[in-house]
C-alpha cells in the first residue's frame, strides 16, 4: 500500500492577512462583550459629588452641610481621605451607611450613582447603600464601617 500525500496549499499573502483579520475582529467583538460593551456596563450612572472629610488617627469626620451633596435622605457621596476612598448614602433621617468605593469584583473605584444604587464604571456592578450586590459581575458585598451622626458631624473608623 502506498501513501500519497496532497500538499496543503499555502494561502497567499492577501488570503493569510483577510484570514487574520476576521481573527482578530472575532476575538477583538468577544473582549468588548466580556467587559464594556455587556448589558450590565454602566450608562445613566449619575457621577457621584465629592465632600471632603478630616481624618484623626483611623477616625474620619464629615461635616455635613445643610445645603451640600449629602443633606437629603437618599443622596450619596464619594469620600476620598488618607485611608482611602469611601462611598457614603444618606439613608434615613440621622442614618448614613459608609462603604468602601473599592469594587470587589476588579478593585476599580466606584464613581456612580443610579436609582439608588452605586454603580461600578469599569463592568456595571451595582451596589445598595448597604453594600450588597444587586447586579453583578462581583459577587461580594463593599466592606462597611458602622457609622455615628451627631450635631451635623458623621464619623466612622475606617
Known amino acids: ?63 455635613i452641610d445643610p445645603a451640600g451633596a449629602l443633606a437629603s435622605v437618599g443622596s450619596a457621596a464619594i469620600l476620598q481621605t488618607s485611608l482611602g476612598t469611601f462611598l457614603v448614602a444618606h439613608t434615613a433621617q440621622d442614618t448614613f451607611s459608609v462603604l468602601s468605593a473599592i469594587c470587589t469584583h476588579e478593585s476599580c473605584t466606584i ?16 451596589f445598595t447603600t448597604s453594600g450588597g450586590v444587586a447586579n453583578g459581575p462581583a459577587t461580594r458585598s463593599l466592606p462597611s464601617f458602622a457609622s455615628q451622626f451627631s450635631a451635623g458631624v458623621l464619623t466612622f473608623t475606617a
Request: aromatic share 6%; with cysteine; hydrophobic share 30%.
Open 1 to 63: 500500500m502506498k501513501l500519497s500525500l496532497t500538499p496543503i496549499p499555502t494561502p497567499t499573502r492577501r488570503e493569510f492577512c483577510a484570514y487574520a483579520c476576521r481573527g482578530a475582529s472575532l476575538l477583538a467583538a468577544g473582549v468588548l462583550t466580556a467587559c464594556g460593551g455587556s448589558p450590565t456596563s454602566p450608562s445613566n450612572a449619575t457621577p457621584l459629588s465629592t465632600v471632603s472629610g478630616s481624618v484623626s488617627g483611623r477616625t474620619v469626620s464629615v461635616t
Open 111 to 126: 464613581t456612580g450613582f443610579s436609582g439608588s444604587q452605586f454603580v461600578c464604571p469599569c463592568h456595571g456592578s451595582q
